[in-house]
T-cell receptor
Framework: DADVTQTPRNRITKTGKRIMLECSQT?????MYWYRQDPGLGLRLIYY???????NKGEISDGYSVSRQAQAKFSLSLESAIPNQTALYFC???????????FGPGTRLTVL | EDKVVQSPLSLVVHEGDTVTLNCSYE??????LLWYKQEKKAPTFLFML????IEKKSGRLSSILDKKELFSILNITATQTGDSAIYLC????????????FGPGTRLSVLP
C-alpha cells in the first residue's frame, strides 16, 4: 500500500462548487504539505502543517483552506472553485528536520 | 521574493549522451537544495545538498552545489530512455518556516 494517498485522483467540477481533496499518510510524519503544479511553473506551496495544531499559509493560499484532522490526515478545500484553480494537486509529508519530502500520487482537478 | 530558476526547460538527447541540468536560486536564507525526478505523477527524491563542493552520487546521476555562486548542477551520464522525466530543483528557505521553493523543472526526453 502507498505511504501517502490522495482522494480523489481525478475530479471535474463547476465554477462556484466547494471541493475537498483529502490526503492520508501511514509514514508517521509530522509535517504535511499541499502543492499545486501548473505547466511551466513547477510546484507551488499552498499550505503546510508541522503538527495537528500548526497550520501555515504558503505562497498561494488565497482561495484555499485546509484542515489537519489528525497527524495522518490533511485536507485541502476550495471554498468556491474557479477555472484558474484547474491544476495537479500534490500532498507531501516530511519528518522533523529532514528535508526530503514524500509525495502522494496527485489529484488532477478540472474546474469548468 | 525567493526564486529558483532551472535551465534548460526542455532537453532532447539520445541514449548514451551525458546531460547537465542547471538550477540557480535566490532565497532569503538558504538551508538546503533538493533534486527530484518526476516521471508519471509524484516527484521522487534524488539528492539533498547542503554543503558546497561535495558531490552526491547515485549510479549514473551526480549533483554538486556551489553556495557562493548560488547554483547546483545535476549530471546524468550514459542516459537511458528510463531517464526521461521532469527534473525538479527545490530550495529550502526559512522565509516561511522551512518551506520549499520549487523551480519550473527541466523536461528531459531520451530517445532510443
Amino acid at each position: 500500500d502507498a505511504d501517502v494517498t490522495q482522494t480523489p485522483r481525478n475530479r471535474i467540477t463547476k465554477t462556484g462548487k466547494r471541493i475537498m481533496l483529502e490526503c492520508s499518510q501511514t509514514k508517521g510524519h509530522d509535517r504535511m504539505y499541499w502543492y499545486r503544479q501548473d505547466p511551466g511553473l513547477g510546484l507551488r506551496l499552498i499550505y503546510y502543517s508541522f503538527d495537528v495544531k500548526d497550520i501555515n499559509k504558503g505562497e498561494i493560499s488565497d482561495g484555499y483552506s485546509v484542515s489537519r484532522q489528525a497527524q495522518a490526515k490533511f485536507s485541502l478545500s476550495l471554498e468556491s472553485a474557479i477555472p484558474n484553480q484547474t491544476a495537479l494537486y500534490f500532498c507531501a509529508t516530511g519528518q522533523g528536520h529532514y528535508y526530503e519530502q514524500f509525495f502522494g500520487p496527485g489529484t488532477r482537478l478540472t474546474v469548468l | 521574493e525567493d526564486k529558483v530558476v532551472q535551465s534548460p526547460l526542455s532537453l532532447v538527447v539520445h541514449e548514451g549522451d551525458t546531460v547537465t541540468l542547471n538550477c540557480s536560486y535566490e532565497v532569503t536564507n538558504f538551508r538546503s537544495l533538493l533534486w527530484y525526478k518526476q516521471e508519471k505523477k509524484a516527484p521522487t527524491f534524488l539528492f539533498m545538498l547542503t554543503s558546497s563542493g561535495i558531490e552526491k552520487k547515485s549510479g549514473r546521476l551526480s549533483s554538486i552545489l556551489d553556495k557562493k555562486e548560488l547554483f547546483s548542477i545535476l549530471n546524468i551520464t550514459a542516459t537511458q530512455t528510463g531517464d526521461s522525466a521532469i527534473y525538479l530543483c527545490a530550495v529550502v528557505s526559512d522565509n516561511y518556516g522551512q518551506n520549499f521553493v520549487f523551480g519550473p523543472g527541466t523536461r528531459l526526453s531520451v530517445l532510443p
